[in-house]
């Protein structure tokens, strides 16, 4: 199992900033994709930004220019910077990650995620 351990969640007042962190930790496993989404009450899990082993980044349009995703990948770790934060960024934010692991009979992909941290924004 690949577990996942998400922290600097926090309440901040809007056009604050705040930098989230998440920490992979296992045995025998290699990440080739990382995310973060978040889930807004009544509202659907949605996309925030995602980055490959690669340094390949993606973000959703509603956080473009305001957030930027980065990884360690020697400490598998994920980061997701966020600035100028509005109200409507309040959701709990979620840590994903997608990879391989060496499972009793081979390898196997593996989709983790973490416990989630609430960010909350307000006006």
């Known amino acids: 199992q690949v577990q996942l351990v998400e922290s600097g969640g926090g309440f901040v007042q809007a056009g604050g900033s705040l930098r989230l962190s998440c920490a992979a930790s296992?045995?025998?496993?290699?990440?080739?994709?990382m995310a973060w989404y978040r889930q807004a009450p009544g509202k659907q899990r949605e996309l925030v930004a995602s980055?490959?082993?690669?340094?390949?980044?993606n973000y959703a349009d509603s956080v473009k220019g305001r957030c930027t995703i980065s990884r360690d990948n020697a400490k598998n770790t994920v980061y997701l910077e966020m600035n100028s934060l509005k109200p409507e960024d309040t959701a709990v934010y979620y840590c994903?990650?997608?990879?391989?692991?060496?499972?009793?009979?081979?390898?196997?992909?593996?989709?983790?995620w973490g416990q989630g941290t609430q960010v909350t924004v307000s006006s």
């Open positions: 994903n990650a997608m990879g391989t692991r060496l499972a009793a009979f081979g390898v196997r992909d593996f989709a983790s």
């Open positions: 296992g045995s025998s496993f290699s990440i080739v994709n």
């Open positions: 980055i490959t082993s690669r340094g390949s980044t």
